[in-house]
Nanobody
Framework: QVQLVESGGDLVQSGGSLRLSCAAS??????????IGWFRQAPGKEREGVSC????????SYADAVEGRFTISRDNAKNMVYLQMNSLKPEDTAIYYC????????????????WGQGTQVTVSS
């Protein structure tokens, strides 16, 4: 079982930066066994995958919409995953969630069994 808590969401102007944090508490297995993904959901839209990282080897993946602007990273010693978001745009406005999958990274929510409560990111134009 994994518990996830996101933080770092805020109101920021277009072109600005934010760093989101995902703190993981693991009660069985090692966090290295998991893949941690960041998702976002804007009002009236489906939840979409933003980025994902393998906690074991650090391999990463990104959605096309954020490639080159967002960077996902991990700190295994602290059980933390971060999402550095640069050059933010109004269309990045959403609730951002981190999620844990035992199976693999995916842009779909399907393989993720554990979710945080989300943190609001608002980008003003």
């Amino acid at each position: 079982q994994v518990q996830l808590v996101e933080s770092g969401g805020d109101l920021v102007q277009s072109g600005g930066s934010l760093r989101l944090s995902c703190a993981a508490s693991v009660f069985s297995l090692d966090l290295d066994s998991y893949y941690i993904g960041w998702f976002r959901q804007a009002p009236g839209k489906e939840r979409e995958g933003v980025s994902c990282i393998s906690m074991s080897d650090g391999r990463t993946s990104y959605a096309d919409a954020v490639e080159g602007r967002f960077t996902i990273s991990r700190d295994n010693a602290k059980n933390m995953v971060y999402l550095q978001m640069n050059s933010l745009k109004p269309e990045d406005t959403a609730i951002y969630y981190c999620a844990a999958s035992f199976y693999h990274c995916s842009g779909s929510p399907t393989p993720y069994d554990y979710w945080g409560q989300g943190t609001q990111v608002t980008v003003s134009s």
